[in-house]
């Protein structure tokens, strides 16, 4: 089955530490992105890679970092988590750049205290 | 820049009843791609559909069908006879050809009652 995997789903964390947030996607996509959804935002896109070692800022990069090793994964990385970092997060991927087919996440709530 | 404007926040019908969700976006790109997800309470984002710009034909599948037209830069969502399980927002979304993200709308809340 074709599916973007995101882990945790949930996640209660306090400020300062250190995080990761998991996606892995086993369709052999190439283009992956990580968007942030708020109330009355909608979602923006955080960051973005069009394949392995190939990263760029999205909308709304700034306290965030990512990297693309691998083809099927694409970690979510908060060096220090702040409070205005809670949000839901997804991450997605499509064949190609202009978002064929696009897949998300299941989505992971993060809540920073 | 791109944008999609979603005026409906949210929306109440009762069961049965047809429903339309507009969707109004804007770009000075002649080849742009359009996309409806559903997001259920669960929380997850499904695909609905993607058309790009050179597509101007409608597209029905089951209860649900997408009116495109390019002359009022509007891309509107409409369920037939609707059901409690289509409760969810909806979201539009826009982006271009090349390495653009997708622009989403802020969403539509529908909440179909029995």
């Known amino acids: 089955e074709a599916q973007v995997t995101q882990n945790p789903r949930y996640l209660i964390t306090v400020t300062g530490k250190k995080l990761t947030v998991t996606c892995s996607q086993n369709?052999?996509?190439?283009?992956m992105s990580w968007y942030r959804q708020d109330p009355g935002l909608g979602l923006r896109q955080i960051y973005y890679?069009?394949?392995?070692?190939?990263?760029d800022k999205g909308d709304v990069p700034e306290g965030y970092k990512v990297s693309r090793k691998e083809k099927r994964n694409f970690p979510l990385i908060l060096e220090s988590p702040s409070p205005n970092q809670t949000s839901l997060y997804f991450c997605a991927s499509s064949l190609s750049k202009d978002h064929t087919e696009a897949f998300f996440g299941q989505g992971t709530r993060l809540t920073v205290v | 820049a791109q944008k999609v404007t979603q005026a409906q926040t949210e929306i109440s019908v009762v069961e049965k009843e047809d429903v339309t969700l507009d969707c109004v976006y804007e770009?000075?790109?002649?080849?742009?791609?359009l996309f409806w997800y559903k997001q259920p309470p669960s929380g997850e984002l499904v695909f609905l559909i993607r058309r790009n710009s050179f597509d101007e034909q409608n597209e029905i599948s089951g209860r649900y069908s997408w009116n495109f037209q390019k002359s009022t830069s509007s891309f509107n969502f409409t369920i037939t006879a609707s059901q409690v399980v289509d409760s969810a927002v909806y979201f539009c979304a826009l982006t271009l050809s090349g390495n653009t993200p997708l622009v989403f709308g802020k969403g539509t809340r529908l909440s179909v009652i029995a």
């Open positions: 369709m052999n996509h190439e283009y």
């Open positions: 890679s069009m394949n392995v070692e190939v990263t």
């Open positions: 770009t000075r790109d002649t080849t742009y791609y």
